[in-house]
């Protein structure tokens, strides 16, 4: 009799739960007895993961009026965050699973080639150079093979609580089995400084020496350019700068999706994403989209 009590009780439970958000249910009565997987690594050892994987065999909607939407993240955390800037991997993830069901995941390659599906498109890219982005994002990336580009600003590089050149070298060098580079790294400024508050001998600097570090540490073209701040988006002097310098596309701020056949290649907007649920991220996505 206990037993088909108990039985019941743990039915009402599930009924109660099975509709409400995770942050809404209560913790399983009985744990696991096998141990426990808390980290993303670059060993042998099983990751994290939230989901059961990435969607397969889904068929992404075609567009008449294909869009282009690039999604901006900075730094990412196993936990709960109150940092705007910060992802947590629960809903990093769940957001390259949403993407991948109602978009096509490009690299800016395919921008600049304009080897464009019919599909709307987004690309997945990272500002700064945080550790997370070595410790969490890459080894995520490689598993699921989504290709991402990190605009990095070689100051920060090896300070503490940034990546080292030896793993930005290690991310860039990766190939997928068919020989796919998944990992591009482009130029974020040399020190971060908001570019419209300096003058053209410091824009020039801050473009042309961040670009040849770069270069010289990944022995790797760098042609892709993203604002701190977004800061001096459609300038004429910094666009211009730019181009001396031997940048290809920039990389703004302006939240927004843009239409494939009306895409400026120096004026590419982006969608910083906060620290909200994939909920939300999900529904901003469709609105920016306008679908």
């Not at 039915?11 to 426990?36: I, K, R, V």
């Not at 567009?63 to 109150?82: I, S």
């Not at 793993?167 to 591009?184: C, F, K, N, V, W």
Request: charged fraction near 20%; hydrophobic fraction near 40%.
């Amino acid at each position: 009799m206990k037993r088909i009590v108990f039985a019941l009780l743990i039915l009402l439970l599930h009924s109660l739960y099975a509709n409400t958000l995770p942050e809404e249910s209560a913790a399983p009565l009985f744990t696991s007895s096998g141990p426990a997987v808390r980290y993303w690594n670059n060993q042998n050892s099983l990751p994290v993961q939230t989901i059961p994987g990435m969607p397969s065999g889904i068929s992404v909607p075609q567009q008449n009026d294909p869009k282009l939407l690039v999604v901006l993240y900075h730094n990412l955390v196993f936990g709960r965050t109150g940092n705007v800037y910060n992802r947590d991997i629960y809903n990093f993830e769940h957001d390259l699973a949403y993407l991948q069901r109602t978009t096509t995941i490009i690299d800016f390659d395919t921008v600049l080639k304009r080897e464009f599906s019919t599909t709307d498109q987004s690309i997945i890219t990272f500002d700064d150079g945080d550790l997370s982005l070595y410790a969490i994002a890459f080894p995520m990336l490689k598993a699921y093979g989504i290709p991402a580009t990190i605009f990095i600003v070689p100051n920060f590089i090896g300070e503490v609580g940034y990546m080292s050149w030896d793993q930005i070298r290690e991310m860039a060098s990766y190939r997928t089995e068919d020989g796919t580079q998944l990992i591009h790294f482009g130029s974020h400024s040399l020190t971060h400084r908001p570019l419209s508050t300096l003058s053209v001998d410091e824009i020039r600097k801050e473009l042309f020496e961040s670009k040849r570090v770069i270069e010289q540490q990944l022995t790797q073209k760098v042609d892709l350019l993203a604002l701190p701040f977004g800061d001096g988006a459609d300038d004429p002097k910094i666009i211009d700068i730019a181009k001396q310098a031997g940048y290809e596309l920039i990389r703004t701020s302006l939240g927004r999706a843009t239409r494939i056949d009306q895409l400026d290649l120096f004026s590419i907007p982006a969608f910083n994403v906060e620290n909200y649920s994939t909920d939300q991220f999900s529904q901003r996505v469709h609105t920016l989209l306008g679908r």
